[in-house]
């Protein structure tokens, strides 16, 4: 059989010399003397390149020329500690081979590239510096998630992603066809007729997972969902993106109080395991990308966030003695302007905003007493803003009947929805966390679009 590579990031950390070892990268740089020549070679295992010392002994050292940044090569040698500054180790080469070659024209050569720039060659960019840091950050959020939902009793759930509800009623929805665009079959009034469509009505795709999981809190108890949601909404942000990731837990025989509780102990635990596992990836974007970052990621996990009602809220912004573009008033939605107040100015921490007027929100959400208020909240933090979304869900059958056709929703269509209040009905809530939102703010990266390996947002894809 033929030999294993070691990977760059076990080399590293070795404890002593070792003979024999087969590396495999990527070049980074190239440095030439006369009789030998240095490559910092990647194999994206690690932020860190591992230092390769090819003399004139090996065997073929002038075919080696075309080994220039950006090259595939396999190199087999003896890791010994290093002469150089800035490494401990270093490996002799004993035999050097080229696998795949890379011209001059490679564009991620030694120097600044913009993050502009980097998005068209989003193909390439993860051969970055940054954007390896990114992705492997991202790989251990997505662990880091699973684990914190499976190790306190919850359910991995897959909702569809082709839906024929629309549950943020927000109208932003990507429509899912399989009809002949040119020229699509008619109703007689002359619409198109979406029951000659292939799933025989209307059809998108889904904005949250939210209403399905409430079928399976309400029978699994505890149920959370990861998976892709797309919003047609045209907001060229650097916040919102057209697909993205959401994690939505669901918990049946739970109210506001503690729902809110789950979604702080969930940030601070994931952001907790990016601390404890990712140290040479956020020492880049500690360094690098945002100097307060490395503060404030262990200030959110030691300090509890703070808590305001939506009305206090609203006191807050009138007496901040700011001019905002968007005005403040009871009963209009926070903008991103208030919210990053909130978070950044006034509270200086994460806060979570809870009870907002009810004609702002969703069917869903269950209505307070005061009748003007749902039992939604949104948690805050700095840098972003709104980073999770959620509420108890209206579990009265007839209050949400009510709130229903007040939203002109068809209860025929939702009949499923309406089932799960006639059948054994419970008090249950639930809330989305948007996942690049949090890797963004794990990582102190401020487009959504340098987080997402291939974005999509208006107008690019
Ligand atoms: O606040 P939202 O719209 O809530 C829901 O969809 C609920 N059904 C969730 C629930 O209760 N299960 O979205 C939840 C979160 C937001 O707080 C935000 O972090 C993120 O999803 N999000 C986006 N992230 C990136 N791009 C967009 N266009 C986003 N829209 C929402
Ligand atoms: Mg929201």
Not at 427 to 439: I, Q
């Amino acid at each position: 059989m033929s030999q294993k590579r070691t990977e760059i990031a076990a080399l590293i950390e070795s404890e002593a010399e070792r003979a024999d070892v087969l590396i495999q990268g990527w070049v980074r740089t190239r440095r030439d003397s006369k009789d030998f020549f240095f490559l910092e070679l990647n194999d994206g295992s690690s932020l860190k390149n591992i230092q390769i010392v090819v003399t004139r002994d090996v065997e073929n050292f002038d075919s080696l020329k075309t080994v220039r940044t950006g090259a595939s090569v396999s190199v087999t040698g003896n890791l010994i500690p290093s002469q150089g500054k800035g490494q401990k180790w270093e490996v002799q080469a004993a035999a050097v081979a080229l696998v795949g070659e890379a011209p001059e024209e490679f564009p991620l050569q030694k120097k600044r590239h913009s993050l502009e720039f980097l998005r068209e060659i989003s193909h390439l960019r993860p051969r970055a510096n940054l954007f390896g840091a990114v992705f492997r950050v991202r790989s251990r959020l997505s662990f880091a998630i699973h684990r914190f939902f499976q190790e306190r009793g919850f359910f991995y759930v897959n909702t569809p992603i082709i839906t024929a509800s629309d549950c943020e009623g927000a109208g932003d929805l990507f429509r899912v066809t399989a009809l002949d665009m040119e020229s699509p079959p008619k109703t007689e009034d002359g619409q198109v007729d979406y029951s000659r469509d292939f799933f025989a009505q209307p059809t998108y795709l889904t904005v949250s997972g939210q209403l399905e999981g409430e079928a399976f809190a309400t029978s699994l108890g505890k149920i959370y969902t990861f998976g892709p949601t797309f919003r047609a909404e045209n907001s060229n942000t650097s916040r919102h993106a057209s697909e993205f990731w959401m994690v939505e837990p669901e918990i049946a025989f739970c109210d506001l109080q503690q729902d809110m509780d789950w979604a702080e102990e969930f940030v601070k635990w994931v952001i907790q395991d990016i601390l404890d596992t990712c140290q040479s990836d956020l020492e880049l974007f500690f360094n690098f990308v945002d100097k307060g970052l490395e503060e404030r990621l262990k200030f959110v996990v030691e300090r509890p966030f703070n808590r305001v009602s939506y009305t206090e809220a609203v006191e807050i912004l009138l007496q901040s003695g700011k001019t905002w573009e968007y005005p403040v008033e009871w009963g209009a939605n926070l903008q991103s302007e208030h919210e990053r107040y909130l978070t950044e100015e006034h509270f200086k921490s994460p806060v979570t905003v809870y009870d907002y007027p009810k004609d702002i929100k969703p069917f869903y959400m269950r209505v307070n007493d005061d009748g003007k208020t749902v039992a939604a909240m949104d948690v805050l933090v700095p840098g972003i803003g709104e980073i999770v979304g959620g509420s108890q869900r209206e579990e009265r059958l007839d209050t949400l009947r009510e709130n229903m056709s007040k939203h002109g929703i068809s209860e025929e269509e939702y009949s499923w929805y309406v089932d799960l209040r006639r059948f054994g009905t419970v008090p249950h809530a639930g809330f989305g966390l948007g996942f690049e939102r949090l890797l963004m703010f794990v990582t102190g990266v401020a487009n959504i679009r340098d987080v997402i390996p291939f974005a999509r947002t208006p107008g690019s894809i």
